[in-house]
C-alpha cells in the first residue's frame, strides 16, 4: 500500500520529535528504537525508511536540536542581548526540562562517542553557536571567538551541575553562580589607565 508524501514526511518528523526528546532525557544508548517507535506511534518496520541506521537517526536529530537552538539564541540576543540568553539559559524552567532543552548539556558525553561524522556535524553547529555569540560581545573582546567559547563551556558546565543536584537550594545557587561567571567572561578587560 502506497501512502502520499505528506505522511512520510509527518511520520519521519514524528520520529525526529521523540528521538529528540527521549535522547536529551534518557541518553542516546538508553534509548532504543523499539521504545522511540512506540513512542511515535509507528511499527519498528517504518524507521528504516526513514533513516538508515539508529546513528543515522542520532546525527538528524542533533542537527536539528543545534539548529533550533541557534534560532532561540538569535532570538534572545535581538530581544535583550547576551545577558538575556545566559539568564534564558541558566533558568530553572531550563534546567527542569531537559527534553525539550540544550543537546550539548544532555549529550555530550555520548557526541564524544559517536561516529565522527556526527562529531563533525556537531562541531560545525557548535562553531555557528559560537560565532553567533561573539558577535555580539563588546567590541573591544580581545579574542571574541575564544570568550565565546568560555560562555559556552560555563554555561553547559553549570547546567549539568545544577540538573544533577536538581530539586535542592544548591541546584539554584549553581545556576547563579554559573550565570554571573559567564556575564563576567563577556566584559571586557579594562585597560591600564582604567578608561
Not at 536540536?65 to 538575556?84: C, K, N, P, V
Not at 553562580?177 to 567572561?185: C, E, K
Request: glycine share 8%.
Amino acid at each position: 500500500m502506497r501512502y502520499e508524501k505528506g505522511r512520510k514526511d509527518a511520520s519521519r518528523g514524528r520520529i525526529m520529535e521523540v528521538a529528540t526528546e527521549r535522547f536529551r532525557c534518557d541518553g542516546i544508548a538508553a534509548s532504543g528504537l523499539a521504545k522511540i517507535m512506540s513512542d511515535a506511534g509507528l511499527t519498528n518496520g517504518a524507521f528504516y525508511p526513514h533513516f538508515q541506521s539508529k546513528a543515522a537517526l542520532v546525527r538528524e536529530t542533533v542537527a536539528a536540536a543545534l539548529e533550533d537552538q541557534s534560532d532561540q539564541i538569535r532570538e534572545a540576543l535581538a530581544s535583550g542581548g547576551l545577558t538575556m540568553a545566559i539568564d534564558t539559559y541558566l533558568s530553572a524552567a531550563h534546567r527542569d526540562n531537559p527534553g525539550k532543552g540544550c543537546a550539548s548539556a544532555a549529550l555530550l558525553p555520548e557526541i564524544s562517542r559517536e561516529p565522527a561524522e556526527t562529531r563533525q556535524l556537531y562541531t560545525e553547529r557548535l562553531l555557528t553557536l559560537v560565532r553567533q555569540v561573539s558577535a555580539d560581545l563588546p567590541p573591544r573582546t580581545a579574542d571574541p571567538e575564544s570568550v565565546a567559547f568560555g560562555i559556552f563551556a560555563t554555561l553547559i558546565g553549570a547546567l549539568q551541575l545544577a540538573r544533577a543536584v536538581e530539586g535542592t537550594d544548591l541546584s539554584d545557587r549553581i545556576l547563579a553562580a554559573g550565570a554571573d561567571a559567564a556575564r563576567t567572561l563577556m566584559q571586557p578587560p579594562e585597560d591600564e589607565e582604567g578608561v
